[in-house]
């Protein structure tokens, strides 16, 4: 990809558009920019996904929490965007089962609680819930605990059964990113937008910075698709603009997930669980099913907290894991312990800000997204969610558009996107049936090779945390496949001895940093 980035900026021809950011709003709008015709180029400045969009929870849902604030627009939005990904990514996209315990009060029955669930979760299959084909249904105690033997049984009254669905985030921005380019449009990873120049105060060049290489590259518009570095990138490009967009504010709030051995709590389905002490409740997620019924890990998240330190490396504290795992051992007849938990990951919610919501809880300020477009060439699109990536891209090209001129309708809607592509990895397993790389059984050597020749996986970290989920859900199987994965780098992309040392290094020193926060409580 990146000989054809230097060759179209060879030609000294302008591009349609420049997409700042490959996290899924970046890939999404180069995807439908590339469907509608436009010549276009996504550039990010470290891996695809790298920034929060391999650190969500994972869910594609309407957000039952967004009905309870009274958004009924975003919650009917997100579940109509749900229903067309799982069309377009049809087994990528599963149903996940979720289960909403109600807990006895004094030890009574909470009538009025038990009527409040249900009339919202009326209000989620109404406003579009349906469309996964499956209604919410009652459950009695003897449900409940069928589904989630480890619940407290002295505190549990019964619960509510309701149906989203999740995905795996990385896995989705990796694939709308690779139909982007088979619809023609070039994408670069470890690219970063450095500069900008502008003729007669309009957007003209992007100046790009890849591996301490300089290119320059004309264009005719650029999208700002950076999540919560938009300002930064807001500084690089609005000053010089005959007409700068409006200032904006991007409120990061830091979100983290734990994952724990799925043995300490036993779900078959997915759990709200609330969180003693705070009107937030969080998420309990079992993965990787297992062929006995069972599930190998579980995950628990998120916490929903202002972050004032730095935004490319979001800390998790020693307290936001504590928070998680209260909500868990208060519900659940568990004790699970900071020792308990084997994989960790945080990122930040990059949430636009009016002047009401910049004082206040962050999980109360809005998911909505919102785009600006400058007659000068410059479009910015920030906030929402994974689950409207689609939506947010349409409403992004709809802008465009009026920049550069009309193409073609919107046609994301009816576009598969991309998967693996099952003969390749056929093909490369044939080719190492003796393997030299013993590896855990979740991440082959075909794998890696898969992920470096066809997936644009450059660093150790980019295989072992967003081409494979290992890190997040195993650190320490992660940490055990490392050395044979950068042999297998090494011999693939021609790494030095020196280089391979200094990837092991670089992931030693994120899982170290990692373990370390979580004992100290600080990093
Ligand atoms: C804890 C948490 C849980 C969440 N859970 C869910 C969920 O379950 N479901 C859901 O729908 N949504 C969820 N979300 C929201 C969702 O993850 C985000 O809305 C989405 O991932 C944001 O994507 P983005 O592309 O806008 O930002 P990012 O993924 O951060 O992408 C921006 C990219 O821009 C790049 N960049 C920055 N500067 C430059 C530059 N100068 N040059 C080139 N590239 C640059 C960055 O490296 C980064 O990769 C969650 C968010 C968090 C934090």
């Not at 999208?223 to 504010?249: H, I, Q, S, Y």
């Not at 093909?427 to 644009?456: C, G, M, Q, W």
Request: aromatic letters at 6%; proline letters at 4%.
């Amino acid at each position: 990809m990146l000989e054809q980035l230097q060759a179209k900026a060879d030609r000294f021809e302008a591009v349609d558009l420049v997409v700042v950011g490959g996290g899924i709003t970046g890939a999404g709008v180069a995807l439908d920019a590339a469907l509608r015709g436009f010549d276009v180029v996504l550039v990010e400045r470290g891996d695809f996904a790298s920034g929060t969009s391999s650190k969500s929870s994972k869910l594609v849902h309407g957000g039952l929490r967004y009905l309870q604030q009274g958004d009924v627009a975003l919650v009917r939005e997100a579940l109509r965007e749900r229903s067309i990904l799982q069309r377009i990514a049809q087994g990528r996209v599963e149903v996940l089962p979720f289960l909403l315990p109600i807990f006895t009060k004094d030890g009574l029955f909470p009538r009025r609680i038990a009527r409040a669930l249900g009339s919202a979760l009326w209000a989620y299959d109404t406003a579009g819930g349906w469309r996964i084909g499956r209604f919410h249904r009652r459950l009695r105690k003897s449900g409940v605990a069928k589904m989630a033997p480890l619940l407290n049984s002295d505190r549990i009254a019964g619960g509510y059964l309701y149906y989203d669905a999740r995905a795996d985030d990385a896995r989705l921005t990796l694939d709308v990113a690779a139909t982007a380019v088979r619809e023609g449009a070039v994408a670069v990873n470890y690219c970063s937008l450095t500069g900008v120049k502008v003729k007669s105060g309009v957007v003209n060049t992007v100046e790009l910075d890849v591996d301490g290489s300089h290119i320059s590259l004309q264009t005719r518009c650029i999208v700002n698709a950076a999540g919560v570095w938009a300002e930064r990138v807001d500084d690089l490009v609005n000053d010089e603009l005959a007409e700068p967009l409006p200032a904006l504010t991007v409120r990061p709030a830091r979100g983290v997930h734990v994952t724990i051995p799925w043995e300490l709590v036993q779900t078959q389905v997915a759990m709200v669980l609330p969180v003693p002490g705070d009107k937030r409740s969080v998420f309990l997620v079992p993965d990787k099913p297992q062929p006995d019924g069972s599930f190998d890990v579980a995950y628990i998240g998120t916490t929903d907290t202002d972050h004032s330190g730095t935004l490319d490396d979001p800390a998790c504290t020693s307290d936001d894991v504590d928070y998680l795992l209260r909500s868990v051992n208060a519900a659940m007849e568990s004790s699970v312990t900071r020792d308990h938990v084997i994989g960790v990951w945080s990122g930040l919610r990059p949430l636009v800000t009016s002047d009401d919501d910049i004082e206040g809880r962050t999980a109360d300020v809005s998911r909505r997204h919102r785009v600006d477009m400058s007659s000068s060439g410059y479009v910015r699109v920030v906030g929402g969610k994974l689950t409207t990536y689609r939506s947010m891209a349409e409403d992004t090209l709809n802008h465009v558009e009026r920049i550069l001129g009309k193409r073609k309708p919107c046609s994301t809607h009816k576009t598969p996107l991309v998967d693996r592509n099952p003969r390749l990895l056929d093909t490369i397993r044939s080719n190492t049936s003796s393997s030299n790389f013993p590896l855990h059984s979740t991440l082959t050597e075909p794998e890696v090779l898969y992920a470096v020749r066809y997936e644009a996986a450059v660093h150790l970290v980019d295989v072992l945390t967003r081409r494979s989920r290992l890190h997040l859900l195993h650190r320490d199987l992660a940490m055990e496949c490392a050395e044979p994965v950068s042999f297998i780098m090494q011999q693939e992309l021609g790494w030095s001895e020196s280089t391979r040392q200094q990837e092991l290094q670089n992931y030693n020193d994120l899982c170290h940093s990692e373990i370390d926060a979580m004992r100290e409580g600080i990093r």
